[in-house]
């Protein structure tokens, strides 16, 4: 598996099974959010399989995963994906949200965001943000660069589950 992928680049990515059948196509990421700075946890795809159903997919399922295909180990539950209180969906509710990098409090967007295979706990984390500045009253394009997850306030949770600071 690769080190890095970024999750705009898995938008539409197609969903192999292990003889190289395409069952599906990646439309989002789902991670839960933490209630400390650090990296929250992806658990797996929303994936559309025809005709236009969405389903989940773990990520513990998928055998490989980059930028060009994610390929999984065939077993795929059919079920209608239904989001969870503590699920946020990176390309619907993250990409576009404003947040504040830490400690200059410049206002920025979320373009993007980097997954990484943590080798150790065989985890997939979302450790980068591809952000831009905003530059004047008319949020016109500013620059565009790459900060960490713990750099970018409100993007962790409350006690109760809540996202703060939205």
Known sequence: MSARVFIARLADVGVFDPYGDQVGK?????????????????VGFVVEVPPKRQVFLPIGRATSLSASQVITTGVMNLRRFAQ????????????????????SNEEVTILDAGMDFEKASRDWRVTQLFVQRSTGPLRLRGERFMVSWSQADGLSTTQDGATKDQ
Not at 85 to 101: H, M, N, S
Request: no cysteine; glycine share 2%.
């Open 26 to 42: 990646v439309k989002d990421v789902i991670i839960r959010l933490r209630a400390d700075r650090n990296s929250p946890r992806a």
């Open 84 to 103: 969870r209180d503590d699920e946020t969906l990176v390309i619907a509710q993250l990409f576009k949200r404003r947040v504040r990098l830490q400690g």
